[in-house]
């Protein structure tokens, strides 16, 4: 597999991008709220399914082996921590969110909102399972999926969907801006 050199640049941006918006963050007890998410799903729609997705690879295998990146610090035992699903939901997010933008013609906030709310869903997806998974099997406590949903999902979720707003809107005004630039097939697929 061979990958131009912008596209290995613009791969690490959005990991480092991603790593930034880990360190933006509102401290809450099981669950930060960050940045992240923004960034990922950027990766997606800038990049496109495959690219955005080693962007999030990259970020994560990064943070896994041991330096810091990630909200609450980093190594490979940070496969414990109940947050580590959501890291697994980005990657996911970043594909399946450029999957479905990298071959549209003509840009609009439905088009592009739609694909970043399915993105949003694999997000919360991996994470609230994994959150539920690693409490309940690792760390041996009880907790109810009512009450993961609870922890992981629901005081996020408004941020979020104010983010996937934000993120479609903004689409609108750089894609165009970028295709117009001459950067049609490089950047923005």
């Not at 496969?79 to 594909?95: D, E």
């Not at 999957?99 to 694999?122: H, Q």
């Not at 409490?135 to 041996?140: R, T």
Request: with cysteine; glycine share 10%.
């Amino acid at each position: 597999m061979k990958i131009k050199t912008r596209d290995m640049i613009l791969i690490s941006i959005f990991a480092a991008l991603t790593a930034i918006g880990a360190f933006i963050k509102i401290p809450t007890p099981i669950v930060p709220f960050t940045l992240q998410f923004l960034f990922c799903a950027y990766s997606g729609i800038f990049l496109g399914g495959k690219y955005g997705m080693y962007s999030q690879l990259l970020y994560v295998g990064i943070g896994l082996i041991g330096i810091p990146v990630f909200a609450n610090g980093g190594g490979i035992t940070y496969i414990f921590q109940p947050t580590f699903g959501y890291l697994i939901g980005f990657v996911v997010c970043s594909y399946v969110v450029g999957k479905l933008t990298e071959n549209l013609d003509k840009v609009s906030f439905t088009k592009i909102f739609t694909p970043v709310l399915i993105g949003l869903f694999f997000v919360y997806l991996f994470g609230v399972s994994y959150l539920y998974m690693i409490i309940n099997l690792y760390m041996k406590k009880e907790m109810s999926i009512r009450s993961a949903i609870a922890a992981g999902f629901t005081p996020y979720i408004t941020s979020d969907l104010i983010l996937s707003v934000l993120v479609s809107v903004t689409s609108l005004y750089v894609i165009p801006a970028i295709r117009k630039a001459g950067f049609k097939k490089e950047f923005v697929r």
